[in-house]
């Protein structure tokens, strides 16, 4: 299969995944309607409408984007905006929804070519479109050159999420080069009041919200480094003046795409308001020969009236229904034990035993072995690369600790980090030429490791053999999957100068191709999406990988802010979080055992401490905890989210309630940083219970305030709330409702 043909099956399960779902009697993509006379489409699902057409040039221009408009309301065809000065030219004004660089564009485009006679201007017009199932599929042209693009329109109708994506085809005699490729532009019309949010980040500090106004110019989010990032995650959220956590309008979107993107936002001369989305444009080049295509990721858009809390319910329920693997129904995280903080790179098979027998007394249900089983690995110095079982380390092999998991009741998991390697490995050894780099040149290393370029078909091969017998050959369940540093020379001396940009798809492609195969060869082993903690959390990772390791910070208080930057993009369905050891590895802060573990339960569960260092009431705290655990889960990781108290902006409180899908329980967890000024607990109204169902009221851990009733009516909760009785620092309590 072409890189080209895999990138297309990665889209098409991307965006058509769902469809299965039809078949299957789940929930279904949006049926699209198109004004044949007026040339206008429409997309309705789940109180959104997203409305586009084309003008009398031939332009695709946007109508609309946001609440639901009545059926009957019938969208104008659209009218380019007139010059507006001599120094505003109408393509620089008009919302469009496809914009080529090109007829005095200089607003940001969505697709930007270079012909081989060095003409660099692209002017798309509408050719035709078909309304394909569930899709709407839009051919565009260049005005007079056999440049085609394909835009596909779908919306999920159970959440409104419109998902779109391009293709470029060059149907030249010669080949044409793709400078920058986007997947969709979307418009909103002008305000003065809008707002953006986004996530920033850093090693150990990921999912940091961000918002600012929005004034005229442009608002730039991306990496250059390879991979999704730390430094941002390809979400924005984009909010009016008044919108809060639970009203207000909402747009968002999220990017699906591992590798170097950007999200551009900007405000053109007379308010306009446009999102672009793609490939990050920065050392972009990708040349098509006659006949080639390049597809862009998927750019996954939503809107919601009701805030914040309501835009991250809708793309929760979307990302589990339509984008995790096992979508709809997408299986419960199980509680994991990980070997990483508790040994480093210290791992044997008599000390890897010991903690698996103490995992397994606790209710773990998958026993994970982290860095240091393989090749000469005792340090980050060396050994990356050689996946042989170190026989030092574990003279008869994995087999022994693996029997030994397995009959302990658990899952065996196993930490990888294929696309790496250490200079000092046998595999570096033999092929130098393997990395990516420029000839010639230093080749930069970052914790003592370089990529390996997997774009090459050298790399890829080896990397499916290596990890294809690795599977085979034990009774794994689950890979944790790491990537430790960003790219830099990004190199590929093996193809022609012209040609070496396509790195920067052709490694995501064959990433995910690589993905795709191992789950396709091995159906029963779930992946985890993990870079150096959350540098590598997106919507095309997610389509083949089941969970996230959210972030090495495992202090469970840092952890509250960090999940809730998370789940204001993702589910907490992928959201995993570990019981580590006090002090804490990263910030020396000293919780207790009750407080790491609620905080860690507001995800999918694990615990990474120590647990020779364990007392027997620690043990029985545990097991508490975890067996609780399982009862609250399905609410917890897929449940309706809402962030009661949110802990951004300094907040000594937070408190976030989920809320089961079919209404019967729902589970607050309470935090409090630090009581000040002998200040009475402040009550907690809850949200989306039924209020004339009535709740009987359970602590998990921690006490309700004196007098809180056992029962009490939906409205109750949500009107009156509820106290918790809570004082002094670093306090936790969580309750469980059921109907
Ligand atoms: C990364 C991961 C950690 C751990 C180490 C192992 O930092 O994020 O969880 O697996 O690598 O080297």
Not at 355 to 370: H, N, Q, W
Not at 384 to 400: A, H, I, S
Not at 475 to 501: C, M, T, Y
Request: with cysteine; proline share 6%; charged share 20%.
């Amino acid at each position: 299969m072409s890189d080209i043909d895999q990138r297309r099956r990665t889209l098409c399960t991307q965006l058509l995944g769902g469809l299965a779902g039809i078949a299957l009697g789940g929930p279904a993509w949006a049926r699209p309607s198109v004004d044949e006379a007026a040339k206008v489409f429409r997309l309705d699902g789940a109180g959104v409408t997203y409305a586009f057409g084309v003008n009398q040039d031939g332009q695709l221009q946007a109508l609309y984007w946001g609440s639901a408009l009545a059926p009957e309301d019938k969208l104008p065809a659209p009218v380019p905006v007139p010059e507006n000065s001599s120094n505003e030219m109408p393509v620089n004004l008009t919302p469009f929804e496809y914009p080529g660089f090109g007829g005095g564009l200089t607003v940001e485009p969505a697709l930007k070519v270079t012909f081989p006679d060095g003409v660099r201007d692209l002017v798309l017009r509408h050719v035709d479109h078909r309304v394909d199932g569930e899709r709407i599929v839009i051919r565009l042209k260049d005005v007079s050159r056999a440049v085609h693009v394909t835009l596909t329109y779908a919306m999920d109708a159970a959440t409104g999420i419109l998902a779109r994506s391009a293709v470029v085809e060059n149907r030249t005699a010669s080949w044409i080069q793709v400078d920058q490729l986007a997947a969709a532009a979307i418009n909103l019309p002008y305000s003065d009041d809008y707002r953006v949010s986004y996530l920033t980040g850093r090693w150990a500090g990921e999912f940091a919200l961000q918002t600012r106004p929005i004034a005229p110019g442009s608002i730039v989010i991306e990496t250059r480094k390879g991979v999704t990032s730390h430094q941002a995650n390809p979400w924005i959220a984009i909010s009016r003046g008044a919108t809060e956590e639970e009203a207000g309008p909402v747009w968002f979107g999220a990017l699906g795409w591992s590798g170097s993107w950007r999200i551009h936002v900007d405000m053109d001369a007379l308010g306009g308001l446009r999102t672009t989305a793609g490939y990050n444009p920065f050392d972009f080049a990708y040349r098509l020969k006659p006949g080639e295509k390049l597809a862009s990721p998927v750019f996954h858009a939503g809107y919601s009236g009701e805030g914040f809390g309501g835009a991250s319910r809708v793309f929760h329920r979307y990302q589990r229904e339509k984008i995790l693997p096992g979508a709809p129904t997408p299986r419960l995280r199980p509680v994991l034990y990980n070997s990483w903080e508790a040994t480093l790179f210290a791992v044997d098979e008599a000390g890897q035993t010991a903690l698996a027998e103490k995992a397994a007394s606790i209710g773990v249900e998958r026993f994970v072995m982290d860095d240091g089983w393989f090749g000469s690995r005792s340090s980050d110095k060396a050994g990356l690369g050689d996946w042989v079982v170190n026989r030092k380390k574990f003279p008869n092999g994995l087999q022994p600790l693996i029997r030994r998991v397995r009959d302990l009741g658990m899952e065996f998991g196993l930490w990888v980090e294929p696309e790496m390697v250490n200079p000092d490995s046998d595999l570096y050894r033999a092929h130098p030429d393997w990395v990516i780099h420029f000839p010639g040149r230093p080749r930069s290393e970052a914790r003592t490791q370089l990529v390996l370029n997997l774009a090459r078909k050298d790399v890829y091969e080896h990397l499916l053999t290596m990890l294809d017998r690795l599977l085979k050959e034990h009774d794994i369940a689950f890979l944790k999957w790491d990537h430790n540093r960003a790219w830099s020379e990004p190199g590929w001396p093996e193809v022609a100068p012209a040609e070496q940009q396509r790195l920067y798809v052709a490694y995501v492609d064959n990433l995910y191709k690589l993905l795709g195969e191992l789950r396709r060869r091995h159906p029963k082993v779930e992946i985890e999406s993990c870079a150096s903690g959350g540098g590598r959390v997106d919507l095309g990772i997610m389509a083949l990988t089941e969970q996230v390791w959210t972030s090495d910070n495992t202090d469970p208080f840092d952890r509250l802010l960090i999940q809730d930057g998370f789940t204001r993009a993702y589910t907490p369905a992928i959201m995993m979080a570990w019981v580590t050891d006090a002090p804490n590895f990263v910030n020396r802060r000293v919780t207790s055992l009750e407080y790491r573990f609620l905080s860690a339960m507001q995800g999918g569960l694990g615990i990474g401490a120590n647990l020779n260092h364990w007392k027997d009431e620690d043990f029985a705290k545990a097991r508490q905890l975890v067996a609780e655990y399982k009862t609250i889960r399905k609410t917890v990781q897929q449940g309706k989210l809402y962030r009661l108290v949110s802990p951004q902006g300094g907040s000594r409180r937070s408190a976030t309630l989920s809320v089961a899908q079919d209404g019967g329980q729902a589970v607050l967890f309470a935090f409090l940083h630090s009581s000040g000024l002998r200040e009475a607990p402040p009550r907690i109204q809850l949200r989306g219970l039924d209020p004339n169902k009535t709740y009987a009221l359970r602590a998990i851990a921690g006490k309700a305030a004196a007098q809180t009733p056992k029962r009490a009516s939906g409205a109750y909760w949500m009107g009156h709330g509820l106290a918790v009785d809570m004082a002094g620092d670093f306090q936790a309590a969580a309750f469980v409702l059921e109907a």
